[in-house]
């Protein structure tokens, strides 16, 4: 299995990126699919995940500016960012859940990327 991440530069708050991820080797779709951050010096924190027929779902902070969407002829997860902030600067990880239960616990995510780095700055 394996998960790659692009899409990640260096953007003026308010600016907008969409990172994707590309899937390769699941014998199976997976349970569900996510995005997660780390900005420097704190923790990894989840940001959004779509699961089949349940839908998508979002942290606080992103909700409302941040959209997920998955094209699975692709095998492709997306992240859509709109209205960025220099609080969203990070890297930003792709994560797949094949373990069949939660959607944000990072715990639940079984594989997961090496990251794009996005950077909000004036």
């Known amino acids: 299995v394996q998960l790659v991440e692009s899409g990640g530069d260096s953007v003026q708050p308010g600016g907008s990126l969409r990172l994707s991820c590309a899937a390769s080797?699941?014998?199976?779709?997976?349970?569900?699919m996510g995005w997660f951050r780390q900005a420097p010096g704190k923790q990894r924190e989840w940001v959004s995940s779509?699961?089949?027929?349940?839908?998508?779902s979002y942290s606080d902070s992103v909700r409302g500016r941040f959209t997920i969407s998955q094209n699975n002829a692709k095998n492709t997860l997306y992240l859509q960012m709109n209205s960025l902030k220099p609080e969203d600067t990070a890297m930003y990880y792709c994560?797949?859940?094949?373990?069949?239960?939660?959607?944000?616990?990072?715990?639940?995510?079984?594989?997961w990327g090496q990251g794009t780095q996005v950077t909000v700055s004036s």
């Open positions: 994560a797949a859940n094949t373990r069949g239960y939660g959607y944000s616990e990072q715990s639940a995510f079984d594989y």
């Open positions: 080797g699941f014998t199976y779709s997976p349970y569900s």
């Open positions: 779509i699961r089949a027929n349940r839908g998508t």
